[in-house]
């Protein structure tokens, strides 16, 4: 089992940032494609970002695609999401995850609590 912990959620204004960490509670945290997802009340869990075991390569939803970094730091067992120029369509609660495959739709086996992110004026 593996135990993802998620934080750096907060309320921002509109064209801020804000950088989530998710932290993970295994020693092979290279062994995983780590994921972010999201999920709006009433909508479904959608995937936002990325980044494959190595670091070197990494997939960004559309809608987020020019206002995320994606990064991971294997020291750490952290993955960290810079989210910039926030949006109001970006509040919802962030879910990491964590997948043994790299191509869409990753088939994550392990998620997070979530973080809230609201953005709003």
């Known amino acids: 089992q593996v135990q993802l912990v998620e934080s750096g959620g907060d309320s921002a204004h509109p064209g801020g940032s804000l950088r989530l960490s998710c932290v993970a509670s295994?020693?092979?945290?290279?062994?995983?494609?780590m994921g972010w997802y999201r999920q709006s009340p009433g909508k479904l869990r959608e995937f936002v970002a990325a980044i494959n075991w190595y670091g070197d390569k990494t997939n960004y939803a559309d809608a987020v695609k020019d206002r995320v970094t994606l990064s991971r730091d294997d020291a750490k067992n952290t993955v960290y999401l810079q989210i910039t120029g926030l949006k109001p369509e970006d509040t919802a609660v962030y879910y990491c995850?964590?997948?043994?495959?790299?191509?869409?739709?990753?088939?994550?086996?392990?998620w997070g609590q979530g973080t809230q992110v609201t953005v709003s004026s």
């Open positions: 995850s964590a997948s043994t495959r790299w191509d869409y739709p990753y088939q994550p086996r392990y």
């Open positions: 295994t020693h092979t945290f290279t062994d995983y494609t």
